[in-house]
């Protein structure tokens, strides 16, 4: 069977796990717990780092470090993971839902502008929305399958209306923004490392930045808010730190992040060069500003297509897909929520099929997909 992203554990990962076992640092006390952290923020070109338990622990610690509290509402794209959302309901406050651009398929910063400008109002300094009378806390775009969100252009919004920007980046690490990482383009920025991300801890996630009040505050929520060695804690904290086994093997992968991001992006080229001629296809988009990581990669399908259908079909010659994200506004916690119009998430959601992406997917298994695809569309 042929999966859509599985990790590749060849490299360290084995010896730096039996250290942890050696030595006895298994927890969250360790070696590699300090090392990991290091190199996230070196790789992503961010000042500060720390590493927790998940991406979702990471993202629900960025917007409280960024100052989001109870009933208050988070702007964020409605074509995400739910993670996104329940990240700003772990916080006690409630997504607002922005659509996407079809060209980058992350937050349209436009049309973030025009919500906020004909829904909200601003009074001493901070912004409320109307119809509710809750505070808007901060913007969390997400970087769409590895691919950033037009920062720049956000980044002129959320000045304007005086909100923290956090980066949803689960699935992005390797990418570039205007030829620049990604690490520091919001105020705090968030990396998943579960088992499907191009480099993975088994599970875990990061919170960056060059804020260094925001990532220590996210560091000490992350562990029970301890002051010193003596059971003294100054806030309601969390238990989210990550431990050194995860470390171990985040420590391994990250030593090949850019082979596993080449190896990424070279898939997707791949599929676009192997798979154009087909009638009624297109591909995840990729804009100007950005190269995306290419977390996963794949195809569009057009209406007249049952992206179902086509997975079933794939599956019988052992290459599992699966249909891509539901929208926020249609799961049952969200329905309610406010939102934008949603032209563009309101197509492509139903569109969209994943193929396999892993990096360690050899030449042959691609060639096996591709011809696979070819056959069946
Ligand atoms: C966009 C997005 N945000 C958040 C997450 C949550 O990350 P984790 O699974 O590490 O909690 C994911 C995971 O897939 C994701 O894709």
Known sequence: MIDLAVPDLSGNE?????????????????????RFEKAVADKTGAAYGTVVSSGTDGLHLALMSCGVRRDELVCIPAFTFIATANAVAHCGAEPWLIDVEE??????????DRELAE???????????????????????????GM????????????????????????????KYKGRNIGALADATVFSFNGNKTITCGGGGAVVGDNKKIIELARHLATTARVGQDYEHDMVGYNYRMTNLQAAV?????????????????ISGYYKEHLKEIAGVTFFPETEWGESACWFTGLVLDDMRDVREICGRLAEK????????QPVYMQKPYVQAERSDMDVTGKIWKRILPLPASTCLTDEQLEGVVMAVKEIL
């Open 148 to 175: 950033p969100a037009d920062m720049d252009r956000l980044r002129e919004i959320t000045d304007k209306y005086h909100l923290p920007l956090v980066a949803d980046a689960a699935a992005a690490i390797g990418a």
């Open 103 to 112: 060209k980058s398929w992350t937050m349209d910063p436009k049309l973030l």
């Open 119 to 145: 829904k909200a109002y601003a009074k001493d300094g901070k912004l409320f929305h109307r119809k509710s009378g809750k505070r808007v806390a901060a913007v969390m775009p997400v970087y769409t399958m």
């Open 14 to 34: 084995r010896k730096y796990l039996n250290e942890c076992i050696d030595t006895t640092f298994v927890s969250t006390v360790g070696e590699f717990v300090r």
């Open 250 to 266: 985040g420590c391994a992968q990250i030593e090949r992040l850019e082979e596993f991001v080449a190896r990424k992006r070279y």
């Open 318 to 325: 052992d290459i599992r897909t699966k249909p891509f994200w």
